[in-house]
């Protein structure tokens, strides 16, 4: 886990104390940090580049945030997209459509209708979505997306890989959904896994992958005549979430699998899809603290952010890292839940952490929440969504205004039979 440097007792975060950027802009608010989010894109894109013809399509799904997109478009990134929405913010955002790929699964035929319309390719999920692809555009370049029986994740809800998945396309009809393309009029020309999110061993798990479409890829060559153009590993590279928990040598693992790639096949571009890796560990939440209280032999600190804002801890039982920012370098005194403003039981950020004593008024600084946390968060209790901030040179800057009540109420109508 990415730890942040302490000034006079105070959590340093992009060149700012945490606290301040807290009462600058209030709270709750994300903050993101441009350097890291750029390193992480270089690491991971160096890591595969210096050994073949890489493709990062960051899976935007992690977090759409416009000025993160111009951030990664500056880079050279491609993206990886689930919705004409995605696309739709993506190409706002300067992406061109050649760097574009859609992956959506239970696509329906207007919105397969609306992406081929902006030209951007569609990796197939379904023989249906690709029967339906072909009558809109017979001679479409493609993807296929396969299950390759290998699953991983952090937990099972974001495992894609197994069999019997609803996910892509099963192993044993992966040769056949080919020679159809073709016989479409189709142009395949890629192939892709997404085994799935985190996972105890991804080294194995994505490597094992890998070679699964090592083999296809022959087979598809050896059966159709076919040569593809890349091989597409997917996303699923696990971020250290606890304090001392190792990194994936990322290093490693590009090494491997483009050795894989480069000695048993003809394909020469490899493509990789990571949403968390890029962004996760660039962006803290910092909420602050509104209530302290002790109830049947617990400590609570509760804070103004809860699940609404980041949904990863209730819904995933997922372990985000807290720290009190303005007490930085104190001692921990006590075991602490930490509890939103959301009513429900299990409306917690984290539980029975060691921290220093808290006081109303403290910030809490929530880490690794650049990945599925603004872009999962909701106005559940009616509480407007906040605010994101970008850090530069020392400089925080406003990227998304905190929406408004207004903003609650702006797509309901009351039926004028209800209104006196
Ligand atoms: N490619 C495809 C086709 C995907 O479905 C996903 C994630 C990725 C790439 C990126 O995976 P990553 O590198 O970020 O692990 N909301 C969950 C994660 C769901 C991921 C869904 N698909 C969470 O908060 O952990």
């Avoid at 020309?189 to 070679?211: E, F, K, Q, R, T």
């Avoid at 060691?354 to 929530?366: I, N, Y």
């Amino acid at each position: 886990m990415r730890d942040f440097e302490n000034d006079r007792g105070s959590m340093l975060f992009g060149g700012l104390r945490a606290e301040d950027i807290a009462e600058r802009f209030g709270t709750p608010v994300y903050v993101t940090d441009e350097d890291i989010l750029r390193g992480n894109y270089r690491r991971i894109y160096n890591a595969f580049a210096k050994h073949m013809d890489t493709r990062v399509y960051y899976a935007c799904k992690a977090n759409t945030s416009m000025a993160l997109l111009r951030i990664l478009e500056q880079e050279g990134s491609y993206v990886d997209t689930v919705s004409i929405g995605e696309i739709a913010t993506c190409m706002k955002v300067g992406f061109p459509v050649s760097r574009i790929m859609y992956t959506g699964t239970s696509v329906s035929t207007s919105e397969l209708r609306d992406v081929l319309n902006t030209g951007v390719m569609v990796n197939i999920d379904s023989p249906s979505e690709m029967e339906r692809l072909a009558e809109i555009d017979g001679n479409a370049k493609i993807s296929v997306r396969i299950t390759p029986g290998i699953g991983a994740g952090h937990c099972d809800k974001v495992v894609t890989g197994s069999k019997g998945s609803k996910f892509g396309i099963p192993l044993d009809s992966a040769v056949d959904i080919y020679g159809r393309a073709l016989e479409l009029g189709l142009r395949p020309i890629g192939i892709h896994v997404h085994i799935g999110s985190g996972g105890s061993d991804p080294m194995n798990a994505l490597s094992n992958a890998v070679s699964v479409l090592t083999d296809l890829t022959n087979d598809i060559k050896d059966v159709h005549g076919l040569d593809l153009e890349f091989i597409n590993m997917g996303g699923g590279f696990e971020v250290p979430y606890k304090p001392n928990e190792p990194e994936m040598d990322i290093e490693e693992l590009a090494s491997v699998v483009t050795d894989m790639i480069l000695n048993d096949t003809s394909v020469r571009t490899i493509a990789l899809e990571p949403g968390r890796y890029v962004v996760c560990d660039s962006t803290i939440l910092l909420t602050r603290c509104v209530d302290v209280k002790r109830a049947g032999g617990k400590n609570y600190i509760g804070v103004d952010a809860g699940f609404n804002t980041l949904i990863r801890p209730t819904f995933y039982d997922s372990y985000h890292h807290v720290a009190i920012a303005n007490k930085f370098n104190k001692a921990c005194e006590g075991k602490y839940d930490v509890v939103g403003p959301i009513c429900e039981s299990g409306d917690y950020l984290a539980r029975d952490r060691a921290l220093p004593t808290p006081e109303e008024g403290d910030v809490v600084a929530v880490y690794n929440c650049g990945a599925y946390a603004f872009s999962m968060s909701s106005t559940y209790n009616s509480r407007p969504r906040c605010r994101e901030v970008l850090m530069h040179d020392g400089k925080a800057e406003l990227i998304r205004e905190a929406e408004t009540l207004e903003d609650l109420w702006r797509y309901q109508m009351i039926p004028e039979r209800l209104v006196e």
